[in-house]
């Protein structure tokens, strides 16, 4: 069974709005969550990693006033897209470390801004 | 050198061949690694971990060599379910760090 869920599956919103995206981990604490992003036919992109009770670590070049991250407890880190454009488009999908050494991705989250 | 490099495909294989993938990885200080595959529109799911005594799940093998920094993947028996996108991810560091991972290798199996 799934050990990472991720919640909305997929957004279409307007530009200029703002998008969050939930990340949990399930029957286990995370206390770091990575978030990706992967544009079609595109590797998957690191975004930044969210650790649980501090800020996160943004990769270079990703903004983040524009990306925020919350990892307020241990089981879940939320992403927020903050004033989307039709550029922020994209497959976005979280992970997490389980206690068995092994990350595992969650079903990702498939956004469309119109 | 990029820091994990497959080979890059696609690799179009009739039902039932043996497909072999490679990757490299230039971190010699890696700690694990890992064999991931990806649907079209989907998440990467771990295919199988990668162990220096080398490891078979099925008729998939996955090989490592940590002299030559070299992670294999062996498939037999393709079936057409096989078709999707090879992951070869390095953890660089130790304990819970940022993984690394490289391009990804397409697989078509065809009837």
């Known amino acids: 069974g799934a050990v990472v869920s991720q919640h909305p599956s997929r957004v279409i919103c307007k530009s200029g709005t703002s998008v969050k995206i939930e990340c949990r981990s399930l029957?286990?604490?995370?206390?770091?969550m990575f978030w990706y992003r992967q544009f079609p036919k595109k590797s998957l992109m690191l975004m930044a990693t969210s650790n649980e009770g501090s800020k996160a670590t943004y990769e270079q070049g990703v903004e983040k006033d524009k990306f925020l991250i919350n990892h307020a407890s241990l089981t879940l880190s939320t992403l927020t897209v903050t004033s989307a454009h039709p550029e922020d488009s994209s497959f976005y999908i979280c992970?997490?470390?389980?206690?068995?050494?092994?990350?595992?991705f969650g079903p990702g989250t498939r956004l469309t801004v119109l | 050198r990029k820091e994990v490099e497959q080979d890059p495909g696609p690799f179009n294989v009739p039902e039932g061949a043996t497909v072999a993938f490679n990757c490299t990885y230039s971190n010699s200080a890696s700690q694990s690694f890992f064999w991931y595959r990806q649907d079209c529109r989907k998440e990467p799911k771990l295919l199988m971990s990668?162990?220096?005594s080398g490891n078979e799940d099925g008729r998939f093998t996955a090989q490592l060599n940590r002299a030559s920094q070299y992670i294999s993947l062996l498939i037999r028996d393709s079936k057409l379910s096989d078709s999707a996108t090879y992951l070869c991810v390095v953890n660089p560091g130790t304990g819970y760090s940022t993984l690394t991972f490289g391009k990804g290798t397409m697989l078509l199996v065809s009837p």
């Open positions: 029957d286990f604490q995370a206390t770091t």
């Open positions: 992970s997490a470390w389980t206690p068995t050494d092994t990350q595992y």
């Open positions: 990668v162990y220096s």
